[in-house]
C-alpha cells in the first residue's frame, strides 16, 4: 500500500470517529506515520477537497493545525453537488477518490461504485484516443451519477 493511501485511510479513519470532523497536527501525523509532513499536505491537497465533500482548514505555526470537516448533505444534493464539480475532463485516478469518497459517505453502493469504476476504466476506453478519454470518462461518469438520484 502507498503511503499516501494510508495517510488518507488514517485521516477517514479518524474522521468516521469523530463524527466527520478531525484535527490534526501535521507534523505529528508525519512521524506517527513514519512520512514527512509535505506528504501529509499532499494527500490533504488531493483526496480532501470541497469536491470530493471536505472543508480543510490550516494555521500555520506552532500550535497550528489541519482541521477537515465532511460535508454533510442529503443524497441528492450530494449527487448534483458531485456532478457540477466533474467539468469537461475526469482523470482516473480523481475518478476513483470520488467514488471511494461517495461511499464512505453512503451515497452511493459499493455494487454501483463497481459498475461505474469499470464503465470509466481506461480498459474500458481502450479503442479511444488517450486525448479524448477523460472527456469521454466525465460525461459517463455524469451520466452514470445522474442514474443515481
Same mark, same amino acid.
Given at each position: 500500500m502507498k503511503m499516501s493511501d494510508?495517510?488518507?485511510?488514517?485521516?477517514?479513519?479518524?474522521?468516521?470517529?469523530?463524527?466527520?470532523?478531525?484535527? %490534526?497536527?501535521?507534523?505529528e501525523l508525519a512521524g506517527e506515520l513514519g512520512c514527512v509532513p509535505s506528504q501529509i499536505n499532499y494527500v490533504i491537497t488531493s483526496r480532501f477537497t470541497p469536491e470530493q465533500g471536505y472543508i480543510v482548514e490550516s494555521r500555520r505555526g506552532g500550535g497550528g493545525?489541519?482541521?477537515?470537516?465532511?460535508?454533510?448533505?442529503?443524497?441528492?444534493?450530494?449527487m448534483m453537488h458531485i456532478i457540477n464539480s466533474v467539468g469537461e475532463k475526469l482523470d482516473k485516478a480523481t475518478a476513483r477518490a470520488m467514488l471511494v469518497n461517495m461511499q464512505h459517505q453512503k451515497i452511493l453502493s459499493p455494487e454501483n461504485a463497481?459498475? %461505474?469504476?469499470?464503465?470509466?476504466?481506461?480498459?474500458?476506453?481502450?479503442?479511444?484516443?488517450?486525448?479524448i478519454r477523460d472527456h469521454l470518462r466525465a460525461a459517463v461518469f455524469k451520466n452514470m451519477l445522474l442514474t443515481q438520484i
Open positions: 494510508i495517510v488518507a485511510q488514517y485521516i477517514l479513519h479518524v474522521l468516521e470517529e469523530s463524527d466527520g470532523n478531525a484535527e %490534526i497536527q501535521r507534523n493545525y489541519i482541521r477537515i470537516t465532511r460535508v454533510k448533505m442529503d443524497q441528492g444534493n450530494a463497481r459498475l %461505474i469504476s469499470a464503465a470509466i476504466s481506461d480498459r474500458a476506453y481502450q479503442c479511444v484516443p488517450p486525448q
